[in-house]
């Protein structure tokens, strides 16, 4: 039986990124970036004011200066004439500085109560005080240099990063594919959610819960119908996964030692699997290997352990699949409030986090049974005990994982 950081390890080992595709900027928050961005020019590309105000020569200007305003410059309006000595320009926020001046005053450091562009010009403006050079002037280049790498390859593109390729005039982006996972539920007592309930039947709930997550990480998850505890039925969802371009198939329950966990047999007749026990509580039942050239995961039944073995194991396949570089998760550490007992496996329980004085506590969130989702829940976090520890102890100081939304109050 595999240790948690053997089998992540393994599992990574065997996984590349996916291929690239070009898409539309709108359409490039959360990829990632599948080459290096230069940008194509200086950013800013002319020299501009960062204030409403005026633009001066600090050698025409003394504090209490009044001098007569040679014109207006609106932004975006192309470029102005160079500056005139001895005068002041009416500038707005972002327009280009006139050749010759080296300072903007703002408005309010001057006498003109009108701050409109395109209101009637003072004949002459009084300036309180005197710039420095420089002062309120963004200079071109100020941000990005042309043929600068401002985004590298493999770089997640948040709403900063999208801003920065919309600032450099691009309209499209090549980025890793998103992967697609095909979801599944084995189960002869399972029914669809909406489906009236017979007697020993319960709803699906994990192909929801694990769609869920790979939507959430980035990834498009498609659902397929539960399979039951039949061979035949199993093997045709794993085809139908193939069939639809799922890059990574991802089923839950029928992988353990029962009369009726057909999975395994069903991946072994058409891959492989390289290990189906993991050192890990909960979640000790988790397959992992190769079925018609997939990646394939076969998480547990229960439902905590099938989401929790998705955070550990599937979730960091995921990101190295669309091309992300790193996939820890936020972590802090919190001192354990409660003693909660372990059975030796590396455990993952579910806490509530709060800040109390300088430090982090955790308590626990309730209940630790592997079918009890209500926890999970009302948790916001999973403090890890590590393998070989049987009890962890009121005041030991434990890592914990911070569960996605998390607020720590």
């Given at each position: 039986?595999?240790?948690?950081?053997?089998a992540q390890?393994?599992?990574?080992?065997?996984?590349e990124?996916?291929?690239f595709?070009?898409?539309?900027?709108?359409?490039?928050?959360?990829r990632?970036?599948?080459?290096?961005?230069?940008a194509p020019?200086?950013?800013?590309?002319f020299?501009?004011?960062?204030?409403?105000?005026?633009?001066?020569?600090?050698?025409?200007?003394?504090?209490?200066t009044?001098?007569p305003?040679?014109g207006?410059i609106?932004?975006?309006?192309?470029v102005?004439?160079?500056h005139?000595?001895g005068?002041?320009?009416r500038?707005?926020?972002?327009?280009p500085?006139?050749?010759?001046?080296d300072?903007?005053?703002p408005v309010?450091d001057?006498?003109?109560?009108?701050?409109?562009?395109?209101?009637?010009?003072?004949a002459?403006?009084?300036?309180?005080?005197?710039?420095?050079p420089?002062?309120?002037?963004?200079?071109r280049?100020q941000d990005?240099?042309?043929?600068q790498?401002v985004?590298?390859?493999g770089?997640?593109?948040?709403?900063?990063?999208?801003g920065?390729?919309?600032?450099?005039g691009?309209?499209?982006?090549n980025?890793?594919?998103?992967?697609?996972?095909?979801?599944?539920?084995?189960?002869?007592?399972?029914?669809?959610?909406?489906?009236?309930?017979?007697p020993?039947q319960?709803?699906?709930?994990?192909?929801?819960?694990?769609?869920?997550?790979?939507?959430?990480?980035?990834?498009?998850?498609?659902?397929?119908?539960t399979?039951?505890?039949?061979?035949?039925?199993?093997?045709?969802?794993?085809a139908?996964?193939r069939?639809g371009?799922?890059?990574l198939?991802?089923s839950?329950?029928?992988?353990s030692?029962?009369?009726?966990?057909?999975?395994?047999?069903?991946?072994?007749q058409d891959?492989?699997?390289?290990?189906?026990?993991?050192?890990m509580r909960?979640?000790?039942?988790?397959?992992?290997?190769?079925?018609?050239g997939?990646?394939?995961?076969?998480?547990p039944?229960?439902?905590?352990?099938?989401l929790?073995t998705?955070e550990v194991?599937?979730?960091p396949?995921?990101?190295?699949?669309?091309g992300?570089?790193s996939?820890a998760?936020l972590?802090?550490?919190?001192?354990l409030?409660?003693?909660?007992?372990?059975?030796?496996?590396?455990s993952?329980?579910?806490?509530?986090?709060?800040?109390?004085?300088?430090g982090?506590?955790?308590?626990?969130?309730g209940?630790?049974?592997?079918?009890?989702?209500s926890?999970?829940?009302?948790a916001?976090g999973?403090l890890?005990?590590?393998?070989?520890?049987?009890?962890a102890?009121?005041?030991?100081?434990f890592?914990?994982?911070?569960?996605?939304?998390?607020?720590?109050?």
């Amino acid at each position: 039986m595999l240790s948690v950081a053997e089998a992540q390890a393994r599992i990574l080992a065997q996984l590349e990124p996916l291929d690239f595709e070009v898409v539309p900027l709108e359409a490039s928050a959360g990829r990632v970036l599948g080459g290096d961005i230069a940008a194509p020019f200086d950013l800013p590309p002319f020299d501009n004011s960062s204030m409403d105000g005026y633009a001066v020569r600090t050698a025409d200007v003394q504090a209490g200066t009044a001098l007569p305003v040679s014109g207006d410059i609106p932004a975006g309006r192309g470029v102005p004439a160079p500056h005139t000595p001895g005068t002041a320009v009416r500038i707005m926020t972002g327009a280009p500085v006139p050749a010759g001046a080296d300072a903007v005053i703002p408005v309010e450091d001057t006498d003109d109560g009108r701050r409109e562009s395109g209101g009637p010009l003072p004949a002459q403006v009084g300036l309180r005080r005197a710039p420095a050079p420089g002062a309120n002037i963004r200079p071109r280049g100020q941000d990005m240099r042309a043929g600068q790498v401002v985004l590298a390859a493999g770089t997640l593109l948040t709403p900063a990063a999208v801003g920065v390729l919309a600032g450099l005039g691009f309209a499209q982006v090549n980025v890793h594919r998103r992967p697609t996972v095909a979801v599944f539920s084995t189960g002869d007592e399972l029914r669809e959610v909406g489906e009236a309930l017979g007697p020993g039947q319960i709803h699906d709930t994990n192909s929801h819960t694990l769609a869920a997550a790979v939507e959430l990480n980035g990834a498009d998850a498609r659902r397929l119908a539960t399979a039951g505890d039949d061979l035949a039925v199993v093997r045709a969802r794993l085809a139908e996964a193939r069939d639809g371009g799922a890059h990574l198939i991802l089923s839950s329950a029928g992988v353990s030692v029962g009369a009726y966990d057909v999975v395994k047999a069903a991946v072994e007749q058409d891959g492989r699997l390289d290990f189906w026990r993991v050192r890990m509580r909960p979640g000790k039942p988790l397959a992992f290997g190769q079925v018609h050239g997939r990646p394939y995961f076969g998480l547990p039944g229960n439902p905590v352990s099938a989401l929790l073995t998705f955070e550990v194991f599937v979730r960091p396949a995921l990101l190295k699949l669309a091309g992300r570089r790193s996939w820890a998760k936020l972590e802090l550490e919190a001192t354990l409030a409660e003693p909660l007992d372990s059975d030796g496996r590396e455990s993952y329980l579910r806490v509530v986090v709060r800040r109390e004085g300088a430090g982090y506590t955790a308590y626990p969130a309730g209940n630790q049974g592997s079918a009890v989702m209500s926890t999970l829940v009302r948790a916001n976090g999973l403090l890890i005990v590590p393998e070989g520890v049987t009890q962890a102890r009121a005041g030991e100081r434990f890592r914990v994982w911070l569960m996605e939304g998390a607020e720590v109050g």
